[in-house]
């Protein structure tokens, strides 16, 4: 891919006949200069993703209500910094600096959903972040392992697909549980109305305002976002009836496809952690706003994971 400090790519025609034969995309001068760029995107978004599930799943995790649970917790977030390890060394295969992109970004440039500034206050808001949330980074990453063009990525996800399916079941679980009391489903209620429309920002714009066509034109995932969203809805609505909670969606039987009872999107008071669904839709100039101020943890849950390298720094610093 460099030589001499140039860097030089793959013909789009000669990638285009590559995947047309239905071969996958190995190593960096197989590719493209936009395909390069296009995965560099999905990588990005899938690495800090994971990263920063590690944080906000901690700061819930200290409320376990046993210590088996809390090493449970613990055990899924050491998986997630797995995960993003995967996505971040593949960036790093592909020419990109992993120590700036964990180390020296601002908080806002990260590129995790809205989902994880906003702080799990509980061991309920946990377990729920479990069984939907992850059931997101399932149904993603499940797509992408399906689909991918890039062969590393297909190979790393092997491990991730796996674990991320344990992530969703011990959330089921624990939701099971808690919601076989009067109390506990309320409390499981409470979370799952602030969370639910969360996850349905989590798939993205739809697919008519979508502005980057390339992870579908390259192959680099296989379905669109707001495919993915149905396959979602499509284990998630009835997991959460099952279990007796109310979802503000439904299936349409005409459409053949579940439809959202809520205007879609709206305003949500991060403060209160609640959607101002009374206040109707607002387009989704709105919603792009809203993530790149980014939510009320942000700061804090980067801060944290660039913490101890700081101080390392320093420390050198001084020692030289």
């Known amino acids: 891919m460099a030589n001499n400090g140039k860097v ?8 285009k006949a590559r995947l047309e034969g239905g071969e996958l995309v190995e190593t960096p001068d197989q590719m493209s200069e936009e395909y390069v760029l296009g ?7 899938s690495a800090d993703t994971e990263l920063m599930s590690a944080p906000a799943y901690y700061h819930a995790a200290t409320k376990a209500p046993t210590i088996n649970a809390f090493v449970s917790a613990m055990a899924i977030i050491q998986d997630e910094l797995g995960h993003a390890n995967i996505a971040y060394r593949l960036l790093e295969d592909l020419g990109f600096d992993k120590e700036e ?4 970004r601002q ?14 206050d509980s061991w309920v808001e946990l377990v729920c ?5 992850d059931r997101a980074g399932y149904v993603l990453l499940g797509d992408v392992y399906k689909h991918t063009t890039f062969a590393p990525w297909k190979r790393g996800l092997v491990k991730v697909d796996r674990e991320e399916n344990f992530h969703l079941r011990h959330g089921e679980t624990w939701m099971r549980k808690i919601c076989e009391s009067e109390s506990g489903r309320e409390e499981v209620q409470r979370a799952v109305d602030w969370m639910f429309p ?5 798939f993205g ?3 008519d305002k979508k502005k980057h066509t390339e992870q579908l034109s390259y192959g680099l995932k296989g379905s669109s976002n707001d495919t993915l969203r149905q396959i979602w809805l499509s284990t998630g609505v009835p997991f959460c009836e099952e279990i007796g909670l109310k979802l503000p969606a439904h299936w349409d039987e005409a459409a053949q496809k579940y439809e959202l009872d809520y ?3 709206c305003q949500f008071d991060a403060q209160e952690k609640r959607w101002l669904m009374a206040e109707g839709e607002i387009g989704w100039d709105q919603v792009l706003k809203r993530w790149k101020v980014r939510g009320p943890k942000n700061e804090e849950f980067v801060e944290r994971i660039q913490r101890g390298h700081k101080e390392l720094q320093k420390m050198m610093n001084v020692v030289q």
Request: glycine share 0%.
């Open 39 to 45: 995965l560099k995107r999905i990588l990005t978004v």
């Open 8 to 15: 030089y790519f793959a013909s789009e025609e000669s990638l």
């Open 101 to 104: 992109l964990l180390y020296e």
């Open 129 to 133: 972040a479990n069984a939907l949330y």
């Open 107 to 120: 908080p806002h440039e990260f590129k995790h959903p809205y989902a994880f500034d906003v702080p799990l």
């Open 198 to 202: 969360m996850v349905m920002e989590w």
């Open 205 to 207: 714009l739809p697919d």
């Open 263 to 265: 205007p879609f999107p």
